[in-house]
């Protein structure tokens, strides 16, 4: 690790720890936001119980999907070096109108996914003290977790990876422990690949595991959020989106299977209708013992924690780069002299969070079945549609430009993403009321939030080019410099080139008419 960027001088502004994060340090990030253990003993059984034992395979094809995303998606990353993420990306590739569009969608999505995630943990922890013979009550572990995970936003970033890196290892390795232990004892009835077989994934059930296996890599696009605090951004960026998605792909895949065969092929689906929630829980504690299952509910809230968390730091860090943009209020672009974190961001989002859910307790909602999965279905949808835009401005964005990449790479790879990613938003729409148990007045709603933050985002950038036509034309401008930060001055001599603007790596600039 690097030694931490030095203080601000006070006649400079402070900025992010450049040049901190390793391609390790980027993948937990995105893996622990996936919170891949919650996603295994909370999702998986449904999955299994509607797509029977051919479900691992929808996992494997929803990675697959988003493989083919990621190939476009950081060839881009090599050209944009705007800290904007999505919006950046959306911008040059589609204009600024849908870029702040997208921008307010982001905010949208990810706050979405974070803050419904706290309910969970409420759940998850009163579940916990009820198997070990305790009662805790949801909320105030809920605002527990709101101050433990804006302690962790506040410190720097390199606290926050060392401490995702701890709790992704421990959740994995549960997982891998139960893996182990019906490996070597060789699962209910012998090992069997079966499952796999065409009969069994080509099912009325494979468009409803796809649904939920698209949802279960939700935040996997995250690592060009790090962009500033990467360590060679060009070359850790593209490795740790394609780290997670391959390690997401397969595990989901592996760890289900290996369920599959602890109860046997013909039995497991009973299993999983009988006691959805319970079946991971069996499963460990036939094959590997009671101890390990109550260190798996333990596991599951530090998974849950580790979730919120790495949320968190990407809000934050679109949160500011809105903010130096001038699209959302100045104050929350404020970097901490010392952690050199956006504090001020982290404390807006940790209120956010605080207000939204005090709101569904004060409204005796309850905290899985509504605060988790009405917050999250919303946000969810809005990450796909992110991705679905992204997806769709690589060709356009290459198009407009001169450039020495492949066609694979331009043209083939994003189209065919989001003409995948465009079925993928369908199949979640369509099975919407699997996610949400809500009434079809509520779904409409929820899938409607997205489109609906859309619009009002092409009201606002159509309002700004017309009212603030200096913010609207420097909407994901790129920086001066790679690492540079936007919130520090920078040198305006003709000797300072930007090493992008060498001919060994050029920064294109799509024409000002896309930009309009």
Known sequence: MPSPTPDATPDEPPGLRTGTLSTADISFFVVSAAAPLTVMAGVAPVAILLGGIGAPVGYLLAGLTLTVFAVGFTTMSRHVRSAGAFYAYITRGLGTPVGIAAALVAMLGYNGMEIGVYGLLGSATSDTAA????????????????????????????????VLGVLLVAE????VLLAGGVL???????????GLAPAHVLTGGTAAVLAFAFAAFTGFESTVIYRR???????????????????LGLFYAFVVWTVIQAFGEDKVVQAAADDPGGLFFAAITTYVGAWAADLMH?????????SLLAFHNAINRYALSLSEEGVLPKALGRIHPRHRSPYVAGAAQTALGALVVLAFALAGADPYQQLLLWVNTPG?????ILQLLAALAVPCFFRRIDHTEGVLRTVVAPVVAFLLLAGAIGLVTAHVDLFTGASTTVNTVLVSLAPAVFLLGLLLAYRLRRTRPEVYARFAAEPDSEGADPSCPHPTSSSSTPASATPSSPAPQPSPSMAD
């Open 298 to 306: 333990l596991l599951i809230i530090t998974s849950v924690l580790a």
């Open 131 to 162: 198997a070990l013979g305790h009662h805790v009550p949801w909320l105030p572990v809920a605002l527990a977790g709101l101050l433990v995970i804006w302690y962790g936003g506040y410190r720097s970033i390199d606290f926050g990876a060392k």
């Open 229 to 247: 605090e990467a360590k060679n951004p060009e070359r850790t960026i593209p490795r740790a989106t394609y780290i997670a998605v391959a390690f």
């Open 184 to 194: 070597i004892d060789g699962g209910a009835d012998g090992l069997s690949v079966g």
């Open 172 to 175: 994995t390795g549960i997982l």
């Open 380 to 384: 969810m949808i809005g990450l796909m």
